[in-house]
């Protein structure tokens, strides 16, 4: 395409521009992660960098039905080793991690959900990702109710550090409609 229309609009300044000898491009930005939460949502797909956000979680339906949905990987596992229970699925809905619950430690290690991972690590995680990519990583950043203005703060500052193009922060439970309860469960282990 670059040679019947010509290369992007920067390209002469560009760092992909080496010189007589490099290719001209189309795209400026060849290499992206779309972003992976409400798309992945959509898709029933993987979130690809984004840990998962619970395991197990209840839907409120049109006619105030809670139906409890699971991790289908987890629920596979819990039945495979023996463990499963719609009680074990419920109990995981309300606190949101297996951390506390009647699991093996393997499963807890292996299904770590976003409240698990310490807010540093997500930042790095984005970074690590962001290296290599041309546009900004799309990547929430997630921090417990108590989370002090201070955190959020160095998470930002280490986001700049660490060259990220830019970074979402949540605080659980930050929204009015947020089961406050479950935010004040989840804390980092």
Not at 113 to 135: K, L
Not at 157 to 164: I, K, P, Q, V
Request: hydrophobic share 40%; net charge negative.
């Amino acid at each position: 395409m670059a040679e019947s229309r010509g290369p992007f609009p920067e390209w002469e300044n560009s760092a992909y521009n080496e010189g007589p000898t490099s290719t001209p491009m189309r795209n400026s930005a060849p290499v992206t992660i779309a972003p992976t939460g409400t798309i992945s949502i959509i898709a029933g797909a993987s979130s690809g960098i984004e840990p998962l956000f619970a395991l197990s979680f209840v839907r409120n339906v049109m006619d105030n039905t809670r139906l409890v949905e699971g991790n289908a990987y987890l629920e596979a596992v819990a039945r495979h080793e023996g463990f499963y229970s719609p009680e074990l699925m419920e109990q995981l809905a309300s606190v949101g991690s297996l951390d506390d619950l009647d699991v093996p430690d393997w499963v807890k290690n292996v299904f770590r959900v976003s409240h698990d991972i310490d807010p540093r690590w997500h930042v790095r995680m984005q970074a690590s990702f962001q290296e290599y990519t041309d546009n900004a990583v799309s990547k929430t950043i997630n921090f417990p109710h108590d989370a002090a203005v201070e955190d959020v703060a160095e998470a930002y500052r280490s986001a700049y550090t660490l060259g990220c193009k830019g970074i979402t922060v949540y605080r659980d439970g930050s929204k009015a409609e947020q089961d406050n309860a479950l935010a004040r469960d989840l804390r980092f282990r």
